[in-house]
């Protein structure tokens, strides 16, 4: 029976112990990397290569869905299974448009757990209840699918973006960034036209909403 490498990616000790524990348990499954940080998982998942990668959605440093599109890019041969507590419909699409393989809410019975991180380390997706009912729904009324503004904005306006998440100010985020006050403020006021935001707020709201917050 082959082994199973997987990287655990979740900001909540307890919970990725939890799955650590249950994946080693399981006898084809072995634990190769633990990351508490979407940084720390990228850096572990291209140090490491491994089969399947266990991911939360929310987590400091890097957002799970930025991690995704990196490591998707990146690793040809892992794939990515996202464990969350967001049942919202824009998240199964988020993921799913960034390059995931699986989708799995945290309410999931153990077994389904073992069942999918199995299903991907064999080449095949695996979403849950939840997840294909969303994707069967985007099926039948493609033209209902959401848009993803987030993708449109250039590196550098992401990175405005989470600093004006995490409470900078323009000023601080120029300093930051070593750039003028006034770019910095161009970035945010783009950023926020893509977004479709009108204030530093409704941009902060936006990050929640999505996932998006470090």
Known sequence: ??????????????????????????????????????????????????????????MPKLNGIDVIRRLSKELEHSRILVLTMHAEEEYVLHVVRAGASGFLLKDSASAELIDAVRSLANGRGYFGAHASRVMAQQVKQPNSRMEDPYRDLTSREREVFHLIAEGMTTKEIA???????????NHRFRAMDKLGARNSAELIRYAAKHGLLD
């Open 1 to 58: 029976m082959k082994t199973i490498r997987v990287l655990v990616a979740d900001d909540h000790t307890i919970l990725r112990e939890g799955v650590v524990a249950l994946l080693n348990g399981s006898g084809d499954c072995r634990v190769i990397g633990q990351a508490a940080d979407g940084m720390r998982a990228v850096e572990l998942a291209l140090e490491t290569e491994p089969d399947v990668i266990v991911l939360d959605i929310s």
């Open 175 to 185: 300093k930051h960034l070593s750039i003028s006050t006034k770019t910095a403020e």
